[in-house]
């Protein structure tokens, strides 16, 4: 999310972003001596301007002890808000993901899929929907 250059899209799988609470802006502050005793406030973008059309796939187990999909799932609907891109939460690990559907979806999209039988892992189903997002973004 903060590269400046252009990538086809990111996945997370049972994770976490360290630098959520900065990702819309660092501000730093120093003051500067001389004469007059000036206070200089700069604020330093971090997220990168083309973040919003990064298409994000992201894979979390409803069991996972180490990294709470609930409280994820809500820094990921934030972080989608900040960023300006649509969030959209995938409860049903029963459905496979269609490509098709897919396709006539917006790809430029945050996914947050949520695996019922899965802890802090990967399992067949997730990487055979990760696969298929996968192809998705390779065929637009």
């Given at each position: 999310?903060?590269?400046?250059?252009?990538?086809?899209?990111?996945?997370?799988?049972?994770?976490?972003?360290?630098?959520?609470?900065?990702?819309q802006e660092v501000i730093l502050s120093f003051v500067l001596f001389g004469h007059g005793h000036a206070h200089i406030l700069v604020?330093?973008?971090?997220?990168?301007?083309?973040?919003?059309?990064?298409p994000v796939f992201w894979g979390h187990g409803a069991l996972d002890a180490q990294v709470s999909e609930t409280q994820w799932r809500?820094?990921?609907?934030?972080?989608?808000?900040?960023?300006?891109?649509?969030?959209?939460?995938?409860?049903?690990?029963?459905?496979?993901?269609?490509?098709?559907?897919?396709?006539?979806?917006?790809?430029?999209?945050?996914?947050?899929?949520?695996?019922?039988?899965?802890?802090?892992?990967?399992?067949?189903?997730?990487?055979?929907?990760?696969?298929?997002?996968?192809?998705?973004?390779?065929?637009?």
């Amino acid at each position: 999310m903060t590269t400046h250059y252009p990538i086809g899209g990111l996945f997370v799988l049972s994770s976490y972003i360290p630098l959520r609470k900065k990702m819309q802006e660092v501000i730093l502050s120093f003051v500067l001596f001389g004469h007059g005793h000036a206070h200089i406030l700069v604020s330093l973008k971090i997220m990168a301007p083309n973040s919003k059309e990064i298409p994000v796939f992201w894979g979390h187990g409803a069991l996972d002890a180490q990294v709470s999909e609930t409280q994820w799932r809500g820094f990921a609907h934030t972080l989608a808000g900040q960023i300006g891109t649509p969030f959209c939460h995938y409860a049903d690990d029963s459905i496979r993901l269609n490509r098709a559907e897919m396709k006539e979806q917006n790809v430029t999209q945050m996914r947050f899929h949520t695996y019922s039988e899965l802890g802090h892992w990967f399992n067949e189903i997730e990487i055979q929907d990760l696969v298929s997002w996968i192809y998705v973004l390779l065929d637009n």
